[in-house]
């Protein structure tokens, strides 16, 4: 197990664990979904997606071959959001960025893990 992946995995796991619980009703996830023209049961989903993509990486920390797997699961969804971003709602590249980042820090965690499945 790299230390990298387990600093990693520990940032997606708390971060997409708070970000697949604001989608359960926090007002501005409410707000945004509105704006990106999605209903609140594919708000419902996403939370649900991400809850779920946070605890598979976590843990991924003792079991490594669901660190691979949460990695997959966080990228498909950042690709998801990056998409609706650009070409759904036409964002400016600046609300790509965190989406984005996030993309980058899934899949060199799906890199470290390779072997693992």
């Known amino acids: 197990m790299h230390i990298l992946s387990v600093v990693l995995q520990s940032i997606l796991g708390i971060g997409f664990l708070l970000f697949g619980l604001m989608k359960f009703g926090g007002k501005q996830m409410v707000d945004e979904f509105k704006r990106y023209r999605l209903s609140s049961s594919a708000r419902v989903f996403t939370g649900l997606v991400e809850v779920i993509s946070a605890a598979i990486i976590i843990i991924g920390i003792w079991i490594d071959p669901y660190a691979e797997l949460g ?31 996030l993309l980058i820090l899934a899949i060199a965690v799906i890199s470290l893990n390779w072997n693992t499945l």
């Open 71 to 101: 990695g997959l699961l966080i990228a498909v969804t950042m690709i998801g959001a990056i998409f609706t971003h650009l070409v759904r709602v036409k964002d400016p590249a600046s609300k790509v960025m965190m989406p984005f980042i």
